[in-house]
T-cell receptor, first 111, second 107 residues
Framework: NAGVTQTPKFRVLKTGQSMTLLCAQDMNHEYMYWYRQDPGMGLRLIHYSVGEGTTAKGEVPDGYNVSRLKKQNFLLGLESAAPSQTSVYFC??????????FGPGTRLTVL | GQSLEQPSEVTAVEGAIVQINCTYQTSGFYGLSWYQQHDGGAPTFLSYNGLDGLEETGRFSSFLSRSDSYGYLLLQELQMKDSASYFCAVGDDKIIFGKGTRLHILP
């Protein structure tokens, strides 16, 4: 079992470019979450999903879109990347929101 | 709104005991969780308190007081490998994390 995987691990974008981050899980969890982590800011929730076909906004949703077409996948999209979106992005999954399992992270740099 | 407060840094000696406090303000509340994160790594789950009281898992214990909107993580018999950042988290389906406490351990 792979657990929670994130693709890609690293990415460099130019301002205005778009990209999609993929989170995949093989634990059959209902809940999936996308966070960003910046130095000194802890983890901030971007969007989350409580089940296949559902999405909801977190603390910092602006500039991001998400989709959960399949239970095992949660996609995070940046339509027009900005330098302020330079961050480490973590995906997490769970069947109990207070006990989350995190993926290894994606390091994104926007120039 | 939702907010969490925890100290930004704590320093302790190897073999000692350290307590990391967390106070919170939130609307939805299932309980209080704690996560550990080593430099360059992903957060990993440590402990969860859904009810008031103490939960113990090996060298780690966590406490919750709902009436005081307060909890803490207690680490005993500190080891160098415990040097990491520790985050408290609260919420319901929507989870909010604190900014983290960096634990420094001196030999």
């Amino acid at each position: 079992n792979a657990g929670v995987t994130q693709t890609p691990k690293f990415r460099v974008l130019k301002t205005g470019q778009s990209m999609t981050l993929l989170c995949a899980q093989d634990m059959n969890h209902e809940y999936m979450y996308w966070y960003r982590q910046d130095p000194g800011m802890g983890l901030r929730l971007i969007h989350y999903s409580v089940g296949e076909g559902t999405t909801a906004k977190g603390e910092v949703p602006d500039g991001y879109n998400v989709s959960r077409l399949k239970k095992q996948n949660f996609l995070l999209g940046l339509e027009s990347a900005a330098p302020s979106q330079t961050s480490v992005y973590f995906c997490a999954t769970t069947d109990r929101p207070m006990v989350q399992f995190f993926g290894p992270g994606t390091r994104l740099t926007v120039l | 709104g939702q907010s969490l407060e925890q100290p930004s840094e704590v320093t302790a000696v190897e073999g000692a005991i350290v307590q990391i406090n967390c106070t919170y303000q939130t609307s939805g509340f299932y309980g209080l969780s704690w996560y550990q994160q080593h430099d360059g790594g992903a957060p990993t789950f440590l402990s969860y308190n859904g009810l008031d009281g103490l939960e113990e898992t090996g060298r780690f214990s966590s406490f919750l007081s709902r009436s005081d909107s307060y909890g803490y993580l207690l680490l005993q018999e500190l080891q160098m490998k415990d040097s990491a950042s520790y985050f408290c988290a609260v919420g319901d389906d929507k989870i909010i994390f604190g900014k983290g406490t960096r634990l420094h351990i001196l030999p």
